[in-house]
Nanobody, 118 residues
Framework: QVQVAESGGGVVPAGGSLTLSCVVS???????VGWYRQAPGQLRELVAE???????DYADSVKGRFTLSKDNDKNTVYLQMNNLKPEDTAGYYC?????????????WGLGTQVTVSS
């Protein structure tokens, strides 16, 4: 069973910064891995993700403020969040897509809460 564990959430004032970490118990090299977020009453949305060819997709709302990075040796992906805004308040979830059963299976962590105060 693949384990996905997030950390680094917290409460910060607007304009502040946080770095989220996600440790996966399987190799993340050459696999889609990244961060989604979900605010109360809203659908889960992509924040930033490494694609299978190692390019990065960012949501338009975070471009220029958030930076996705990873350490393949540590199976860890990071999300550096700068200039945080109240609308960034949400549960942040790490997702990894791994080969399984002849196809691809997605795994989620339990999430870490980010709250940005105005």
């Amino acid at each position: 069973q693949v384990q996905v564990a997030e950390s680094g959430g917290g409460v910060v004032p607007a304009g502040g910064s946080l770095t989220l970490s996600c440790v996966v118990s399987a190799s993340i090299t050459k696999n889609r891995v990244g961060w989604y977020r979900q605010a109360p009453g809203q659908l889960r949305e992509l924040v930033a993700e490494f694609t299978s060819d190692a390019s990065i997709d960012y949501a338009d709302s975070v471009k220029g403020r958030f930076t996705l990075s990873k350490d393949n040796d540590k199976n860890t992906v990071y999300l550096q969040m700068n200039n945080l805004k109240p609308e960034d308040t949400a549960g942040y979830y790490c997702h990894v897509a791994l080969p399984a059963w002849g196809g691809v299976h997605g795994y989620w962590g339990l999430g870490t809460q980010v709250t940005v105060s105005s």
